[in-house]
């Protein structure tokens, strides 16, 4: 039977292991969100645009409309709305969108953005090279910003089985004021692979 001194070594031991244990756990939980975005926006997987990557290759002579949908979740005092509700864009070139956002509240407030592609089965083919997703944007009392965002349309969906089909493709964003927050009320959960960012250089 071991004694006292032992007893305590082994109690410590055991301590030190559920400890690593628990930080390993947590730092694999907050590495995991980002590596899953970066999954999502590297192969177009589950309504996530392709981000940054190959150049438009120009275009082939067919167009596409793309539609530009916002919403905000009622936690973030803002308005938020695109520029332009739709627009008919040649396939294969670049193309600039913005949306709006007005902090109505007599504070500062920041929020963060997801996004997503839809029909889902066209995101692989819908590359955004520049947004303002995943980071956060911060609105003093009752500013107004201007959010950009740039993007092309690869012709391969008109040559895609797939695809041949979509005449028209839907951008949306939805504004928190935290992804802890579009967590709590589900719309990560919702949305899984939907989500996305760029990389770093964002």
Not at 172 to 200: E, I, Q
Request: net charge neutral.
């Amino acid at each position: 039977m071991p004694g006292p001194g032992q007893q305590r070594r082994a109690n410590r031991t055991t301590g030190i292991a559920v400890t690593a244990i628990v930080f390993g756990m947590v730092g694999v939980s907050f590495a995991a969100i980002p590596l899953y975005r970066l999954f999502c926006a590297a192969t177009g997987f589950g309504g996530t645009p392709k981000i940054g990557g190959a150049s438009a290759p120009g275009g082939n002579g067919q167009t596409i409309r793309v539609r530009f949908n916002a919403d905000t979740n009622p936690g973030l005092p803002w308005v938020f709305a695109p520029d332009e509700l739709e627009i008919t864009v040649p396939l294969g070139e670049d193309h600039l969108a913005s949306y709006h956002a007005h902090n109505r509240a007599n504070r500062p407030v920041t929020g963060t953005a997801v996004y997503n592609v839809t029909p889902e089965k066209a995101a692989k083919y819908f590359h955004k090279t520049a947004c303002f997703c995943f980071n956060e944007q911060t609105l003093e009392a009752n500013q107004d910003m201007s959010f950009p965002l740039s993007f092309w349309v690869d012709p391969e969906i008109t040559r895609d089985p797939n695809t041949a089909d979509v005449r028209v493709v839907t951008l949306s964003y939805t504004f928190y004021k935290a992804l802890d927050d579009a967590a709590k009320a589900g719309a990560l959960a919702k949305a899984g692979p939907h989500v996305g960012s760029r990389p770093a250089t964002n």
